[in-house]
């Protein structure tokens, strides 16, 4: 009698919503071993260092066309990755330990980068901080496009995996995420990657199922199998017998047909039961976005991220750039709101024409509007460019990281002295509520803000003391804590009045849609592809707290 193995059911961390079924395709380590240096002769060193050079100067120029690319086809934050990239893999200290390596122990330059870039990336990952550790895997995958470069290697291994496939790896880098856009691959299944990192992001935007955290999955799911990926629950069915199969697809049809209705009804407004309208805008970051929002029903753009126009610059971008890149991002939202937030950077994503302080602790240091104030040409410049752009869009001006009421009053201020039609009304301007002391302090910044608008990403964050890109304090970042709506309905009760809205991840889950309301909120901004579920999960609702909360 022939034997069947068990099947297997793991658990893992949701990092990006769905269900998918495929065999599986495992995609081992693309480096290689790093323990057979090739030797060369002292005669050589000169003809390696010049084939060092070319490849870095080819890999340099091909970072450039990639992120122009990605930022067109996929995604702005994630073309700001291969800016950074491109200043790492230029940087002088990176370079000289490359050519020490080649010239003091008479390896090729192959072997350099294997061996140089790997003390990178321990270094980075031996630090506490999860930037650090973001940054060594960085390392890795410009180490691997570097020693492909110098081996003649033109073809990534994603070139190659078969359509409708589930995608098992270690983790995945930047440079594999690109590949993965042109790749009918069915969802990813990863043994490294928190919700905060690049491959999240990305797999996001694609809409392609994906859990992260199974410890040991390479090990322990094997190659051309069967898998039923229920990334809604964090689970991944290995081997499922005829029983589970169909289960899982009785729950992927109704999921289909849920959605196939909320489509059908996405350009309607969302009116809660008991007839309040809500509005369902946008988070865009590129053209793309913006098309797909309105497409899906967007009332408009709620959060539209200008950091794209400034990220692996080595010039800030003129007033004019900034309002070039907005028109042609928000181009098919014209007519309908939208709501522009200013630079959000700091210490953690450093700009390269800015002096830079190392800070122990980026993401208690100077970020969003706390930059700005330092640097306030830059404000000035971005605030020209919202003005700008207000002649042919209807406006508002979000600031990002506020945590005292004097933030917005700086810049309101500006705004005014910038404004040049004193008896025409200035763009509306609100205040991202991120922080505690933002939201215990709403009746002071309301009198300098139109709205109010909560990033609940970094409101946990700070709530809870827990890194959001931290797997070790993973269960400290609870978005839908009790606490968290607590602060949103002290809010509420304190500027009852005030427009409130959530363009942080929590507002795009149907499942808590009825708590916001309950909350006060009447304004969700959310991924494009999740504006149709989410005016559905409105109209299920009542207003009434009493229900909700």
Not at 84 to 97: A, G, K, T, V, Y
Not at 210 to 233: E, F, K, N, Q, Y
Request: with cysteine; net charge negative; aromatic share 4%.
């Amino acid at each position: 009698m022939q034997h069947h193995d068990p099947s297997l059911i793991l658990r893992g961390t949701p990092i990006s919503p769905g269900l998918a079924q495929g065999l599986t395709h495992v995609l081992r380590d693309l480096l290689g071993p790093i323990d057979t240096p090739v030797d060369i002769e002292h005669s050589q060193v000169e003809q390696e260092l010049v084939r060092l050079d070319c490849a870095t100067a080819s890999i340099s120029d091909d970072l450039v066309v990639l992120a122009t690319r990605v930022k067109k086809e996929i995604d702005s934050r994630l073309s700001e990755v291969f800016g950074s990239h491109r200043l790492m893999l230029n940087d002088p200290s990176l370079q000289q330990e490359l050519r020490r390596e080649v010239a003091d122990n008479l390896v090729s330059a192959g072997s350099a980068v294997k061996a140089v870039f790997l003390r990178w990336e321990r270094r980075f990952l031996a630090l506490e901080s999860q930037i650090a550790r973001e940054k060594g895997e960085d390392m890795r995958d410009i180490s691997i496009r570097l020693h492909n470069a110098l081996a003649g290697v033109t073809v990534h291994p994603l070139d190659q995996i078969p359509p409708g496939c589930v995608l098992v790896a270690s983790r995945l880098l930047p440079t594999d995420s690109v590949f993965l856009a042109h790749c009918a691959i069915a969802g990813v299944l990863l043994e490294h990657g928190s919700s905060g990192s690049h491959a999240a992001l990305f797999v996001r935007q694609l809409g392609l199922p994906c859990i992260s955290g199974i410890p040991d999955l390479m090990g322990r799911v094997p190659d051309a199998t069967l898998a039923l990926l229920d990334a809604d629950a964090g689970t991944v069915t290995v081997r499922p017998k005829r029983t589970q199969q169909i289960a899982f697809h009785r729950l992927t049809e109704e999921k289909a047909r849920a959605y196939r209705v909320a489509r059908e009804n996405a350009r309607r407004p969302a009116v809660t039961r008991d007839g309040v309208t809500v509005s369902v805008v946008a988070n865009v970051g590129s053209s793309s976005d913006t098309q797909l929002a309105i497409v899906n029903g967007a009332e408009g753009v709620g959060l539209y991220r200008m950091e794209q126009a400034y990220l692996g610059r080595m010039t800030p971008p003129t007033t004019t750039e900034l309002v070039d890149e907005m028109t042609q991002v928000l181009a098919a939202a014209k007519g309908l709101p939208v709501c522009v937030r200013l630079l959000d950077v700091g210490a953690d994503k450093p700009l390269p024409f800015l002096a830079f302080f190392a800070e122990s602790n980026p993401a208690l240091g100077r970020r969003g509007i706390r930059l700005l104030r330092e640097y306030p040409e830059l404000l000035r410049t971005q605030l020209r460019a919202v003005m700008a752009l207000s002649r042919d869009f209807d406006v508002r001006i979000l600031v990002p990281m506020v945590a005292l009421p004097e933030d917005m009053a700086a810049v309101t201020e500006v705004l005014r002295q910038l404004w040049p039609e004193p008896q025409t009304a200035v763009p509306k301007i609100g205040a991202m509520i991120e922080t505690p002391a933002a939201a215990l302090s709403a009746r002071a910044i309301a009198e300098h803000a139109d709205f109010l608008s909560f990033g609940t990403n970094d409101l946990t964050q700070y709530t809870f003391a827990a890194d959001r890109d931290n797997a070790a304090v993973e269960r400290y970042f609870n978005d839908s804590a009790a606490v968290i709506f607590r602060l949103l309905r002290l809010v509420h009760d304190d500027v009852p009045q005030m427009p409130l809205s959530v363009c942080g991840e929590l507002a795009g889950r149907p499942e808590h849609v009825a708590k916001l309301l309950a909350c006060g909120i009447r304004t969700f901004s959310v991924a494009a592809p999740l504006v149709p579920i989410v005016k559905a999960a409105i109209r299920q609702c009542s207003c009434c707290p009493d229900r909700a909360l």
